[in-house]
C-alpha cells in the first residue's frame, strides 16, 4: 500500500493536493495579470483566459473522449479484403 493511502488527515498528501490547485490558480492569476497589465480590460481579460483554458483543457480532452469511444467501436478481427496471416497482398512494394 502506499504511505499516502494510509497518512491521515492534514498531512502532506493532503498539503500536495492542496498545493497544486493553488499553483494550477496561481497560473489563472499570473495570466489575468499579465493581460491586464497589457492594457486589456479586465472582463476581456478573463474571457480570454477562460478561452485559454477552454481549448488547452476542455476541448482536448473531450476530443480524447470521442477519439476513445469511436475507437472502441471499430471492428479488430480481420476484415472483408484484408490479406490473413500468410497470405500475400495484391499491392507489392517496389
Known amino acids: 500500500m502506499s504511505d499516502e493511502a494510509d497518512a491521515p488527515a ?3 498528501a493532503d498539503a500536495d493536493i492542496s498545493g497544486r490547485a ?3 490558480y496561481q497560473v ?5 495579470a499579465a493581460l491586464t497589465a497589457a492594457g486589456l480590460r ?5 474571457a480570454a483566459v ?3 483554458r477552454l481549448v488547452n483543457f476542455w476541448l482536448i480532452l473531450m476530443c480524447g473522449w470521442l477519439l476513445m469511444a469511436l475507437l472502441a467501436r471499430r471492428p479488430t478481427g480481420p476484415q472483408a479484403g484484408a490479406p490473413g496471416p500468410g ?3 495484391a ?3 517496389g
Not at 479586465?42 to 478573463?46: I, P, R, T, V, Y
Open 10 to 12: 492534514g498531512t502532506d
Open 28 to 32: 489563472r492569476r499570473g495570466l489575468l
Open 22 to 24: 493553488a499553483r494550477r
Open 50 to 52: 477562460l478561452a485559454y
Open 42 to 46: 479586465q472582463s476581456l481579460a478573463l
Open 87 to 89: 497470405e500475400r497482398s
Open 91 to 93: 499491392i507489392r512494394a
